[in-house]
């Protein structure tokens, strides 16, 4: 028996349960699966199987994580905005509260391209993104967090 997360077309996500993925393939070409909360059939495997690793795991034994090994990966994260940070800083110019204005220009060929960053709220940012720019968040500076 295999299990695959499937998600309906409404967004329902639910566990099925097959012989075989040739038997998910057949009863998915057959329309014969359908979604335990709105009926749907039209059933895609969900690209994300969070439930079905986390029964993986359980099955093999696996324990959760220690509080060290959280501790570790906290630590690592913070090394990895902290490393990015300074990538950003050695190589990007810094626009200030002129970041939307310059992302704008660099996007639309009206200045030289080039690694900038700034500031902007997020109202901006986000038609920034509506325009088709690329920004990312910058991580929290460590060394100015309160
Ligand atoms: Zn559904």
Not at 43 to 65: D, H, L, R
Not at 74 to 87: D, E, P, S, T, V
Not at 97 to 114: C, L, M, N, V
Request: net charge negative; charged share 25%; with cysteine.
């Amino acid at each position: 028996m295999i299990v695959y997360n499937l998600a309906c077309s409404a967004g329902h996500e639910f566990e099925g349960w097959f012989k075989d993925s040739t038997a998910y393939e057949a009863q998915a070409a057959a329309h014969d699966l359908s979604c335990p909360t709105c009926g749907d059939a039209t059933v895609t495997k969900a690209i994300m199987a969070p439930s079905v690793k986390n029964s993986v795991t359980k099955a093999k034994g696996a324990k959760e994580p220690t509080p060290a090994a959280q501790a570790q990966h906290q630590q690592r994260m913070r090394q990895f905005a902290a490393g990015f940070r300074k990538f950003v800083e050695e190589n990007a110019e810094y626009v200030g509260p002129k970041f939307p204005e310059e992302a704008r220009k660099i996007h639309y060929g009206e200045t030289e391209e080039r690694g900038i960053y700034g500031e902007t709220t997020l109202a901006e940012a986000k038609e920034l993104i509506e325009e088709g720019i690329d920004v990312a968040p910058m991580p929290p500076d460590p060394g100015k967090v309160n």
